[in-house]
């Protein structure tokens, strides 16, 4: 079945340290995007890549970096500048321009420890 | 500025009632608005999409209707079941000029709990 991929579903990080967050799809989507969710709050967008090789930033990307090396593949990584990364992250995926087929991956928790 | 506003936050009702839950909108220029929903601890799932021609969607016991000169939105649950309970999520996409790739806007989500 077609599908996006989020692992791990639960993420430990300790002060200082970088960690990433894997996300997978086969659904053969152009764009991929990363969003933090926090209670009470909408999602925010941190970073999206329409195509491989290239990607830009949302509305709160800072203490965060992503790569597009796959069509497959767009890896979140926390670095130690995000100062409160405790958080639900989601990975999307769509066809293209436009938002068609959106799809949300399950989600990691990220907690700081 | 664009933002997408639910009421109720959260929702009580009994198991086999109805509810509807609201959204207002000031995005534009407006392309879509849609209704998630999101299992605690899960990613969401796509109920309904409407474009600015389209004033009522159904799925299921959901039933999605927009207004596009209030820019309001309302998803409306028939005969409510336990595993209703979770957060719905309403969305508007923007249209983002000469890149034609349109930003998501999400509101904050109301929480719902159906109780037997």
């Known amino acids: 079945d077609g599908g996006i991929t989020q692992s791990p579903k639960y993420l430990f990080r300790k002060e200082g340290q970088n960690v990433t967050l894997s996300c997978e799809q086969n659904?053969?989507?152009?764009?991929m995007y990363w969003y933090r969710q926090d209670p009470g709050q909408g999602l925010r967008l941190i970073y999206y890549?329409?195509?491989?090789?290239?990607?830009q930033k949302g509305d709160i990307a800072e203490g965060y970096s992503v790569s597009r090396e796959k069509k497959e593949s767009f890896p979140l990584t926390v670095t130690s500048a995000q100062k409160n990364p405790t958080a639900f992250y989601l990975c999307?995926?769509?066809?293209?321009?436009?938002?068609?087929?959106?799809?949300f991956g399950s989600g990691t928790r990220l907690t700081v420890v | 500025k664009n933002q997408v506003e639910q009421s109720p936050q959260s929702l009580i009702i009994l198991e086999g009632k109805n509810c509807t839950l609201q959204c207002n909108y000031t995005v534009s220029p407006f392309s879509n608005l849609r209704w998630y929903k999101q299992d605690t601890g899960r990613g969401p799932v796509s109920l309904t999409i409407?474009?600015?021609?389209?004033n009522t969607k159904s799925n299921g016991r959901y039933t999605a209707t927009l207004d596009a000169d209030t820019k309001q939105s309302s998803l409306h649950i028939t005969a409510s079941q336990l595993s209703d309970s979770a957060s719905y999520i309403c969305?508007?996409?923007?249209?983002?000029?000469?890149?034609?790739?349109?930003?998501?806007?999400f509101g904050q989500g109301t929480t719902l709990q159906v109780k037997p």
């Open positions: 890549s329409q195509i491989v090789n290239d990607f």
């Open positions: 969305v508007v996409s923007a249209k983002s000029g000469s890149s034609n790739t349109g930003k998501l806007i």
């Open positions: 999307a995926s769509s066809m293209g321009a436009g938002n068609y087929g959106y799809t």
């Open positions: 409407m474009t600015f021609s389209e």
């Open positions: 659904l053969n989507h152009d764009a």
